[in-house]
């Protein structure tokens, strides 16, 4: 298809009396090329923008003491108890027994956050990032994880199963994640 368009500009050149550059033919060839990668590729890279609002009021209300350390420091622990708070629903099981029955909402978001923050622990290990650096990476993933869990996201867990391996999915949450505060 391409050396039949050019043999057609340069037919078209000679016989018809048009002119024609080397830059025109260049163009030529770049029109004749299929824009099927082009189309697959933007498709992959897709941003997902979601209002979020600021979480601190209710990081304040959470005791240090109280809740659980965490190897990215205390601001993170604050941010993990309140993301376990709002992804956790506990229901009893029945009347006037103690134990409860654990429900995860959005099981894929909640276990995509932490495959990531499994991922950080490991490459802090083996040196390959620094703790100030995968604390603010965490902590842009878990903004947003509080932000959208009452969204729709439907497309964004799609997203997420797309892209299984924890260096794919930090790039999705840092990357291709806009939170539009309010």
């Not at 304040?60 to 108890?81: C, N, P, T, W």
């Not at 878990?142 to 997203?159: G, M, Q, W």
Request: glycine share 2%; hydrophobic share 40%.
């Amino acid at each position: 298809m391409k050396t039949r368009m050019i043999n057609l500009a340069l037919v078209l050149s000679l016989f018809g009396g048009i002119s024609m550059n080397a830059q025109d033919l260049v163009m030529v060839t770049h029109i004749a090329k299929p824009a099927e990668n082009l189309s697959l590729e933007a498709e992959s890279k897709k941003t997902f923008k979601f209002y979020a609002f600021s979480q601190n009021d209710k990081l304040e209300k959470y005791d240090i003491q109280v809740i659980d350390e965490h190897f990215l420091g205390e601001s993170i622990a604050r941010k993990m108890q309140l993301f376990s708070d709002v992804y956790t629903v506990k229901t009893p099981v029945s009347p006037g027994n103690p134990t409860m029955k654990i429900s995860i909402r959005k099981p894929l978001v909640y276990s995509s956050v932490k495959k990531i923050e499994k991922q950080l622990k490991k490459d802090i290990k083996s040196n390959t990032i620094d703790i100030e650096t995968a604390r603010k990476l965490y902590d842009k993933v878990l903004d947003i994880a509080i932000n959208i869990v009452n969204d729709d996201t439907e497309d964004f867990e799609k997203e997420i199963k797309s892209s299984e391996e924890p260096s794919a999915l930090i790039e999705l949450f840092t990357q291709r994640v806009i939170l539009n505060y309010i």
